[in-house]
């Protein structure tokens, strides 16, 4: 898969392709159905399947007066999965206001028909686009008729008699139902972040815990003790992670301040090389409980032994997924 970032980043044009366009963010089921469908359509034409795609949430940059959204994927993770998906071509497009404030007819013009030479555009039945978002499905399947491309709107998937939706996966992220979320997303959700050094406190507690550097923007699950699996150099292990702030150590002096992001940290089980400055990705499979105040750094120290002992006796997490009988886009991310 080659990836290009904005559309300058093409070089030559295409001969022809079937593309799909959306923010994709998590790329959950219904967004692999139709990123599927765009690689199924494009080799059935002999074309190449292209996905365009933002660099962050576009509502992050429209609507300056709600409250931010958090991403459910970094451009990396995308990379990652669209790679999974067959994808031939990735374009991350930065949602300038250039790009932001074109008109819907001139965005299929030039740069659908004139450098991708689309023959078939596939979207979600939800998909607006252009200045003020004022292009739709049928808007854009009259440009269609004009400029001669297809247009499949792909109506979007129910699981549990709901629709999912990038919003519905980050209500259930932020209340730390990652187990329901992997449900929609289709593997367990993950972030992923350098290691880098923390207080030094939890290796004179015999269970090292490497601090994550994540991304601004990223969606956390709620504060709390998780099972993970954590992916370091393309190798998996098992791990317990704390995401919060730690209050068995905030003393009166050092109170949270509000708004305060909380710290991810990762025990990896089996782990014995030098972990900092290495990529480290997350995958949560399961919350444990809330994060605790102890009455002492030795008790907070008896209660990591067990949580971590605990998923070492679930042993290879991975199990939980095959379980289920489904067979996971995200197998290679775990
Ligand atoms: N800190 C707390 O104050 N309360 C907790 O309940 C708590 N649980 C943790 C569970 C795990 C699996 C890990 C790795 C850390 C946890 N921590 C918790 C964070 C702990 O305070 C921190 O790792 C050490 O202070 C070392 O930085
Ligand atoms: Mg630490």
Not at 222 to 238: F, H, L, M
Request: aromatic share 8%; glycine share 10%.
């Amino acid at each position: 898969m080659r990836t290009i970032y904005g559309f300058g980043g093409l070089k030559n044009k295409l001969k022809g392709s079937v593309v799909a366009i959306g923010t994709f963010d998590g790329i959950h089921r219904g967004h692999q159905v139709i990123i599927r469908k765009t690689v199924t359509e494009a080799k059935r034409r002999g074309e190449k399947a292209v996905v365009i795609t933002f660099d962050m949430h576009p509502q992050n940059k429209l609507n300056k007066n709600q409250d931010r959204i958090y991403s459910l994927s970094a451009p990396e993770t995308k990379k990652e999965i669209m790679k999974l998906l067959k994808v031939d071509m990735l374009v991350i497009v930065n949602f300038a206001p250039g790009f932001a404030n074109m008109p819907p007819e001139k965005f299929v013009k030039d740069i659908i028909c004139a450098k991708f030479k689309a023959g078939k555009i596939i979207v979600g039945e939800d998909f607006h686009f252009g200045r003020d978002r004022g292009g739709d499905v049928s808007i854009l399947e009259s440009l269609g008729k004009k400029h001669g491309f297809k247009v499949s709107a792909v109506a979007m998937i129910k699981s549990g008699g709901r629709k999912i939706s990038s919003t519905r996966i980050r209500k259930l992220i932020l209340t730390g139902k990652v187990e329901e979320a992997a449900k929609l997303l289709d593997r367990p959700y993950s972030v992923s972040g350098k290691i880098v050094k923390g207080a030094g406190r939890g290796s004179k507690m015999d269970f090292p815990t490497a601090n994550l550097k994540i991304e601004n923007g990223i969606a956390l699950p709620a504060p709390g003790v998780y099972e993970v699996r954590a992916k370091i150099k393309n190798k998996s292990y098992s791990g317990a992670a704390n995401i919060g702030y730690r209050p068995t150590f905030i003393t009166s002096v050092k109170k949270k301040k509000p708004g305060e992001e909380p710290l991810v940290e990762v025990h990896v089980c089996d782990y014995s090389e030098n972990i900092y400055g290495k990529t480290i990705a997350v995958s949560f499979l399961k919350r444990i409980r809330p994060e605790k105040k102890f009455l002492s750094g030795a008790k907070l120290s008896e209660q990591i032994k067990k949580d971590i002992r605990c998923i070492q006796q679930n042993n290879n997490n991975l199990l939980l997924y095959e379980r289920t009988g489904t067979k996971y886009v995200g197998q290679g991310v775990i």
